[in-house]
């Protein structure tokens, strides 16, 4: 398919959406050692220069797809039950995290890459932000405060560490670390009982 034929094929929307949707699949099914742009061309079943021209680059066209994984993140971590207490919610939290970085493994190895991304993208980083938002607000009920209220050093070091927790469970668990110590370590066994058990021994309900 030459680049005229990409034209008389798709709008420019469409067009769009296929190169983002093709390089998605690649990174779900391969990784990032697997994508290249002549590749997601040719799964979109366009021209080798349809993605440089829509995309400026490599970085443009994977910085869409980081986008789409930061807000499906959004989504998985945004859980909040009105009868429900901080710590049960942030709880959740942390298993929607992983749940994510699980069922999205390429998008969750890309979105923190930014050595190949725009890093001055402006929806990136809007998007990367409301990603934060779920868990900043259920710190900030943790320590008994309003839920929109500023983060300061406290809040912020506390929002660090349940990331840190999570995103680390996540990464060994996609690079099938926990098999060595624990041999039905699959990701079923992972989500519904290895991390419930992890996530209560870091954040259990306080004593009333």
């Not at 990174?27 to 742009?37: P, V």
């Not at 797809?65 to 859980?79: K, P």
């Not at 996540?170 to 419930?196: M, T, V, W």
């Not at 992890?198 to 954040?203: D, G, P, S, T």
Request: with cysteine; proline share 6%; glycine share 6%.
């Amino acid at each position: 398919m030459t680049a005229e034929t990409d034209r008389e094929s798709y709008h420019h929307g469409d067009l769009r959406d296929a190169l983002i949707q093709a390089t998605d699949a690649i990174l779900a099914e391969r990784g990032l050692e697997g994508f290249t742009l002549r590749g997601a061309a040719r799964r979109a079943h366009v021209s080798p220069a349809a993605p440089a021209h829509h995309f400026g680059s490599s970085a443009g066209l994977l910085t869409e797809v980081a986008i789409l994984g930061f807000q499906e993140l959004a989504r998985h971590i945004d859980v909040e039950g009105p009868a429900e207490s901080p710590t049960a919610r942030l709880k959740r939290q942390g298993a929607g995290y992983v749940r994510f970085a699980l069922a999205y493994p390429g998008r969750f190895q890309l979105m923190f890459r930014h050595d190949l991304l725009l890093a001055d993208d402006a929806r990136l980083a809007a998007a990367s932000d409301l990603a934060k938002v779920p868990i900043a607000r259920t710190i900030q009920a943790l320590l008994g405060r309003p839920e929109n209220a500023e983060l300061d050093a406290p809040a912020s070091a506390m929002i660090l560490a349940a990331w840190s927790a999570v995103h680390g469970f996540a990464h060994l668990a996609l690079s099938g670390k926990f098999s060595r110590l624990i041999p039905e370590a699959r990701s079923q066994h992972l989500l519904d009982e290895l991390l419930p058990d992890m996530l209560e021994a870091l954040w259990p309900e306080p004593d009333c």
